[in-house]
């Protein structure tokens, strides 16, 4: 009786990997990741209007907004698939699809010299510091630069 149950779990067994290499063929897709670098699908779009930053968020089906101060102007923005980054003359804001809005304060006397967004992530480097944000956690990150010499 040992060697029957054997044979029925190696059969069970085969019989399971020749289901799961159906399905493979059958979908291929399914056994790939759901996020590959650059293949993020664009999820977020931003509306500049007035005194107000809106993100369309499509992946949710809805509008998100940030209030801008009275004296405040955007002065550059950058756009990934799933985040949006904005320097005004006050802050630095990012939006990630899935955290919504986050700002942190420009520094007295801090120049923008680059902005960018990609996939989940915005990069923002400054003549004082190097920023991230991350879309997804709606975390920054930040390093100070070294003074130059």
């Known amino acids: 009786m040992e060697a029957s149950s054997q044979i029925s779990v190696a059969s069970l067994r085969a019989a399971c990997a020749v289901g799961l290499l159906a399905l493979l063929l059958w979908f291929p897709g399914a056994a790939r990741p759901q996020i590959i670098e650059g293949e993020v ?16 968020n499509v992946r949710f089906s809805r509008f998100d ?63 004082k510091r190097f920023l991230n944000f991350n879309g997804q956690s709606g975390v920054w990150g930040e390093q100070s630069r070294r003074p130059r010499k």
Do not use: C, H, M
């Open 41 to 56: 699908p664009k999820q977020v779009y931003l509306v500049v209007d007035q005194d107000r930053l809106v993100a369309s």
């Open 65 to 127: 907004e940030f209030e801008l101060d009275a004296r405040e102007r955007v002065r550059e923005t950058a756009i990934g698939q799933a985040v949006i980054v904005v320097v005004t003359n006050q802050n630095i804001v990012a939006y990630g699809v899935l955290s919504g809005w986050r700002s942190i304060d420009l520094r007295p006397k801090e120049e923008i010299e680059s902005v960018s967004a990609q996939d989940y992530g915005g990069f923002v480097v400054t003549s």
